[in-house]
């Protein structure tokens, strides 16, 4: 199975769900990994991806419990949302424009938390020199937490299903603009591997 960088930040956005939350929602869920994750956490989830054979793989895997999950092939640009305690999109926002976390910010529950994990590229040869110089430590030790995180919960992704990959297009100064400007009072922090780790949480 090819090395998923995503899955050693995991527990990284676990860490944002707010307490007392009950319902969640997934975008681009992919074969579930996350959905499942959050399901063990005790939430309802509602997964949705736009690729039908990964939804299906999803739903092949089953659910560890004690939360409910709900799989949905749809576009979530135009999907109806209902309301939603934590939601959150793993390397999926830059499938679809920016301004889609508008959409999800009005689907948060008052005091809910949106936590995008996103992909984008540096802004300047400083931030690229950082992200390598950082990159090599931090690859084996993703690679071994992401090994235990699997034996402890969830499960690997499938062998033979691979959510489609897409290439980030945004910088990060331009991440952090559109950030401020949709979602006022949000954070995004810089992680490795061209990552951030975008959090807001409605009034």
């Not at 676990?14 to 939430?43: K, N, Q, W, Y």
């Not at 931030?127 to 950082?134: D, I, S, V």
């Not at 402890?152 to 991440?175: D, F, H, S, W, Y």
Request: charged share 20%; with cysteine; glycine share 10%.
């Amino acid at each position: 199975m090819p090395f998923n960088h995503n899955h050693h930040y995991h527990p990284l956005l676990l860490r944002t769900v707010p307490e007392g939350a009950r319902t969640a929602l997934d975008i681009g869920c992919g074969t579930g990994l996350f959905a499942r994750r959050l399901a063990a956490s005790g939430l309802d989830v509602e997964a949705v991806d736009e690729a039908a054979e990964v939804v299906e793989a999803a739903r092949a895997l089953g659910n560890p419990g004690p939360g409910k999950i709900s799989y949905r092939c749809a576009d979530i640009t135009e999907a109806e949302l209902g309301r939603y305690d934590f939601i959150s999109g793993l390397a999926s926002i830059h499938h679809v424009p920016f301004e889609t976390v508008a959409r999800l910010r009005d689907a948060l529950e008052p005091g809910g938390v949106l936590a995008i994990l996103g992909l984008g590229r540096p802004s300047s040869p400083a931030e690229l020199g950082k992200w390598l110089l950082a990159g090599p430590p931090l690859n084996l030790a993703a690679r071994l937490i992401v090994h235990l995180g699997e034996r402890l919960n969830g499960g690997p992704e499938p062998l033979g299903v691979v959510p489609p990959v897409k290439a980030e297009t945004m910088t990060m100064r331009q991440i952090r603009r559109a950030s401020a400007s949709l979602l006022p009072g949000s954070t995004v922090r810089p992680l490795a591997f061209w990552r951030y780790l975008l959090v807001y949480q409605a009034g």
